[in-house]
């Protein structure tokens, strides 16, 4: 955790003129770090076929949208795949207005008696056959000519350019890789006690560093898994709409934790004594000592996890040195 908030109402009302009296108040504990936009994921755009890439000549950063062309191939390989497609549906095609033309007579044949009802249903037969075989080699044509044509499949940048223009790839080989636009997320870590606090589901608030608007977010994944350095990486998303982050970019993301009820004191009426914090509480019968556990700040008051009640009056004015008033009666010189 590099800082903790707090969210309360005043909790002090003064007594006298050194003295205030504390209240309960509200507090919710709000856990800070330092966070980072990361892509969620990549997307890697492979060559489906072996072939030359020819264009159209992306670069590292570029902008792309959905459906647009990124890259081509071409080359002896898909030329020679092209041809023999093409060859294939004009073949298909052929045949197809065969079957249809030999259709036709058989039942323009059938109506004068010339020949049975089994030849014109054969003559059907091949023709739905003919039908079928063109219909796979257009299919197979169309899915050629759309795996040499590779387009981004998401609004994304171009995050790396595998394969240059010019270049061989083989079939399976990555020629760009994308970062989609709305595929981004925070990673924060926290450190000693604050990573037993923070679950999934807890919202908070990302700050841009460059002082962009502020977004709200959620923890939707705790890696459970320690750093090197003993921290322990959460995931969050934004909870509103698109907040436009970019990828790589730092901020401050801050976390409500528990909501709990603790009284406040003024910092300055805190004592440290021997390892222990102490306040002096004033009661009918003077000023007492009592030994509290101090909690998180806020500004220039410190909540008490244990140790006070609310309705309790505090000294503020001088307490250190009422606490220690009468020391120099045990005070003993150095031999």
Not at 267 to 294: K, M, S, Y
Request: aromatic residues 6%.
């Amino acid at each position: 955790m590099l800082g903790a908030g707090l969210l309360g109402a005043a909790g002090l009302a003064r007594a006298d003129t050194n003295v205030v009296i504390v209240r309960a108040v509200t507090v919710t504990n709000q856990f800070e770090a330092i966070a980072q936009v990361e892509p969620i994921a990549v997307l890697p755009l492979r060559a489906a076929q072996a072939g030359v890439v020819t264009g159209p000549g992306m670069v590292p950063g570029a902008l792309v949208r959905a459906g647009q062309e990124v890259a081509k191939l071409g080359g002896p390989e898909i030329q020679a795949l092209l041809a023999q497609d093409e060859a294939a549906v004009r073949s298909a095609r052929a045949n197809l207005f065969a079957a249809r033309k030999t259709l036709t007579i058989e039942r323009q044949q059938l109506a004068a008696h010339l020949v049975t009802r089994r030849t014109v249903l054969q003559a059907e037969g091949a023709a739905a056959q003919a039908q079928a075989a063109f219909d796979s080699a257009r299919a197979q044509l169309q899915s050629v000519r759309q795996t040499v044509t590779l387009k981004a499949p998401a609004d994304g940048t171009v995050l790396a350019v595998n394969a240059a223009e010019g270049e061989r790839v083989g079939a399976g080989e990555k020629i760009l890789t994308l970062q989609p636009a709305d595929k981004l997320w925070l990673k924060a870590a926290y450190y000693g006690s604050d990573m037993a606090a923070i679950h999934v589901g807890i919202t908070g608030q990302y700050s841009p560093a460059g002082g962009g608007e502020p977004a709200p977010v959620k923890v939707c994944t705790v890696f459970g898994a320690l750093a090197p350095d003993g921290g322990e990486s959460v995931g969050l998303l934004a909870t509103g709409p698109a907040p436009g982050w970019r990828s790589g970019e730092f901020g401050t993301v801050t976390l409500n934790g528990a909501v709990r009820s603790l009284v406040a004191v003024p910092t300055r009426a805190l004592i440290l004594d021997q390892g222990r914090w102490w306040v002096l509480v004033r009661t009918e019968h003077g000023d007492h000592r009592r030994a509290v556990t101090p909690g998180p700040a806020r500004g220039w008051e410190t909540f008490i996890e244990r140790g006070l009640e609310p309705g309790a009056e505090v000294v503020v004015d001088n307490a250190y040195l009422e606490f220690h008033r009468g020391i120099s009666k045990n005070y003993r010189p150095p031999d």
